[in-house]
């Protein structure tokens, strides 16, 4: 059971703008930098933001980060068919009987 | 460019131990920073983080799992070795190993295997 706690859905039609929330505590994003994946259907997890707010190379900038206290927070602007996916925020604990966690996930659904 | 991938057993019997093993290019794991970790995947299920171990042979493992991971790494062969002890079918699993580093206080893992589907039963 992760200690990040994420809605299990969201949707939103082609062009809408979707939010999905992360939220932990003092110990993991209180305290430590948020990571968001993307897992396609029967693919690997790719990285779209990383250190709260930062998007690798090739991430399209409809995807934007933000953090605040013990939430994070993922925004996709103009949202897209190819958006389709799941995704997982991620945080490092600072409890040593925890250390890594990830999200429970958001299935986000384009209408 | 960074690759990694995942080979060992697809099946295993439970009390059993799983071998998996990272074989990558693109990096060195000689490289401050730098590291390798393994997350697993059950099914219909969310990413859980099994282990890590960085360029300078620290390692985390997931407390939950306790004593049964070991994870060590191979640097002249680029190779990070994951055994997982006493297999159970509850660790039925897509097993992906991932480049990680660590500029940021959360370690990145920035490229990922294609994963390993992993089922334990008798």
């Known amino acids: 059971q992760s200690v990040l706690t994420q809605p299990p859905s969201a949707s939103g039609t082609p062009g809408q703008r979707v939010t999905i929330s992360c939220s932990g505590s003092?110990?993991?994003?209180?305290?430590?930098?948020v990571h968001w994946y993307q897992q396609l259907p029967g693919t690997a997890p790719k990285l779209v933001i990383h250190?709260?707010?930062q998007r690798p190379s090739g991430v399209p900038d409809r995807f934007s980060g933000s953090k605040s206290g013990t939430s994070a927070s993922l925004a996709i602007s103009g949202l897209q068919s190819e958006d389709e996916a799941n995704y997982y925020c991620?945080?490092?604990?600072?409890?040593?009987?925890?250390?890594?966690?990830f999200g429970t996930g958001t299935k986000v659904t384009v209408l | 460019q960074i690759t990694l991938k995942e080979s060992g057993p697809t099946l295993v019997k439970p009390t059993q131990t799983l071998t998996l093993t990272c074989t990558f290019s693109?990096?060195?794991?000689?490289?401050?920073?730098?590291?390798v970790g393994w997350i697993r995947q059950p099914p219909g299920k969310a990413l859980e983080w099994l282990a890590l171990i960085y360029w300078n042979d620290d390692k985390r493992y997931s407390p939950s799992l306790g004593s049964r991971l070991t994870i060590t790494k191979d640097t002249s062969k680029d190779q990070v070795v994951l055994t997982m002890t006493n297999m159970d079918p509850a660790d039925t699993a897509t097993y992906y190993c991932?480049?990680?580093?660590?500029?940021?206080?959360?370690?990145?893992?920035?490229?990922w295997g294609q994963g390993t589907l992993v089922t334990v039963s008798s």
């Open positions: 991932a480049h990680l580093y660590s500029t940021s206080s959360t370690p990145i893992f920035d490229y």
């Open positions: 250190s709260n707010n």
């Open positions: 693109g990096f060195s794991l000689s490289t401050s920073g730098v590291g």
């Open positions: 991620a945080a490092w604990d600072d409890r040593l009987d925890v250390y890594y966690v």
């Open positions: 003092n110990t993991n994003i209180g305290s430590n930098t």
